[in-house]
């Protein structure tokens, strides 16, 4: 299933991204994971290797991970868009229109329990659209039947690190919750 979902998005042109586009960035994990991580949209690292947080930002959040021993195996990880915006700029909204519809079949696919968001824009889109991350991340919402929580993005710990200790709490708290599903 997300070998055709993976297909459909080697050949979209529903935006203008693939034009500039080294490779799509489809996700990584196991496939049967029952924790989603969803990020916003690939950076300059991804677009070249054609997997999703392998930069800095991605070796913050194995840190993380490794923190409060979520391994490989209990994951899979993935972006709204799949495709890089020009100079890391945030996406558009027409773009995460065109991109949503994959990342919709990503998670019929993979059946996740728990979805975490990477950030403000991940959350807006997959939780509500006036999200707060300063004042909701760490906070479980249902939707669709699913829980997702959202957490600061790793590239803005890399900007601010005071939010580092507020990350580790949310991420014992996305380790809790991973216990109990």
């Known amino acids: 299933m997300l070998e055709t979902i993976r297909e459909q998005c080697e050949t979209c042109r529903k935006c203008t ?17 029952k924790l989603l991580f969803v990020g916003e949209a690939p ?31 209990a994951y899979y990880i993935a972006n709204i868009l799949k495709c890089r915006p020009p100079h890391n700029r945030d996406p558009l909204p027409e773009e995460e229109d065109a991109c949503k519809p994959y990342l919709d079949e990503q998670i019929r696919a993979i059946d996740p329990k728990l979805i975490v968001c990477l950030g403000r824009i991940a959350a807006m889109r997959l939780i509500k659209p006036d999200f707060a991350i300063t004042r909701e991340h760490g906070r479980v919402f249902t939707v669709s039947a699913r829980k997702l929580l959202a957490v600061f993005h790793p590239a803005a710990l890399l900007r601010d690190p005071r939010k580092k200790e507020a990350m580790l709490l949310d991420f014992k708290e996305i380790a809790r919750l991973l216990e109990t599903l």
Do not use: H, S
């Open 43 to 73: 950076g300059a690292n991804e677009d070249l290797t054609g997997k999703p947080f392998v930069g800095a930002a991605g070796k913050l959040l194995d840190t993380y991970l490794a923190a409060v021993g979520i391994g490989e195996d």
């Open 17 to 33: 991204l693939w034009k500039a586009r080294t490779n799509v960035v489809f996700g990584r994990g196991n496939e049967k994971a």
